[in-house]
């Protein structure tokens, strides 16, 4: 036999629960003359068959016809007090969550004029209220079939996610420009997010971005582009990152190692002053024809190695905006041949 529930009521010991259903499992039986009690900083909404009847504020209720009218068209209008109905209520908690943390599950991927993509990952909190129960359970439990507290979270910050999202997709601003933006940033989400939340009763009372930062990728792209921000001179930078290379090998192939990056040293460092004439001269727009005879071609790289270079070189000098897409095409065309001639491709 099914159990009437003559006392309707839910503490919430955690103070963390948004909405309780009771039962936990299916429909109850509740009878006229049943008691609910209602806490402060609750509502108790009546809900059947995919909508809410009513909402009981905080206070003890007696289930009656009187304090829920639908009650009529739920059980007839020829029924004894003692006849049970089958219904589910769901507490819900009216007061401020000041703590609901945000994060994103995933790095987000946005354009940079600087570093031309960037992904990015970002976390903070946002407060929130429900300002309608009614409103709110016909949304969440009755739409989105939601009634977990966990589930509720997981769906407003979801929300909150897409609303950021969107925002740094309009705003066009780099990655390098954020950390001064973070204050715009958490307002400009809050008003996008605002009307969502409404739509669903809640009221979106706050957001704060903790942090954006840049995914292990995008951080290496950036010190790249500070270190050519900061050599300044291409020819220079060209002779900086052969010595990086040379440096590395060292590093990796012990004493003989160091014996051989003495020798490749020079060679990558003239190979860069050759990278940056290249590259100069692949830039310029002709302004007349030559009255001088042209200076002599840069020295040809006689290894794979040395090409090999010359293409990662090409890589970052595209990814931090210093040349064309089809000066880099020519380029890279090129010493791919180059590097396949030397492989015996």
Known sequence: MARVFDVIEFVDESGREIVHRFPE???????????????????????????????????????????????????????SGETPFKAEVYFVTTREFLDMKWGTPEPITIRDPVLRMARLR?????????????????????????????????????????????????????ILDIPAMMEELASGV?????????????????????????????????????????????????????????????????????????????AGAGMGIAMAQMMGQAMQQPQQQPTTPEPAAPQTPQTAEDVQTMLDNLDMRLAAGEISEEVYNKLYAKWEARLKKLKGE
């Open 25 to 79: 499992r299916g429909s109850g039986d509740f009878r006229i003359g049943s008691q609910v009690i209602v806490r402060e900083s609750q509502a108790a909404v009546f809900f059947r068959d995919g909508k809410a009847l009513d909402v009981l504020g905080p206070g003890r209720h007696t289930i009656t016809t009187a304090n829920i009218p639908l009650l009529v068209d739920l059980i007839g209008k020829a029924f």
């Open 122 to 174: 970002a976390f903070g909190t946002f407060g929130m209220s429900v300002a309608d129960p009614q409103l709110f359970v016909n949304k969440i439990v009755g739409t989105q079939g939601l009634y977990r507290t966990s589930d509720v979270e997981k769906f407003l910050r979801s929300i909150v996610i897409t609303k950021l999202t969107d925002l740094l997709g309009e705003m066009e601003k780099s």
């Open 190 to 266: 809050r008003a996008k997010a605002a009307d969502d939340f409404a739509a669903r009763g809640i009221n979106l009372t706050a957001i704060y971005i903790e942090s954006i930062s840049p995914t292990e990728e995008t951080a290496k792209a950036i010190d790249e582009a500070a270190a050519m921000g900061a050599i300044g001179d291409m020819s220079a930078y060209m002779q900086f990152q052969a010595a990086r290379a040379m440096r590395d090998a060292a590093r990796q192939e012990g004493g003989a190692g160091l014996a051989s990056a003495g020798v490749g040293l020079g």
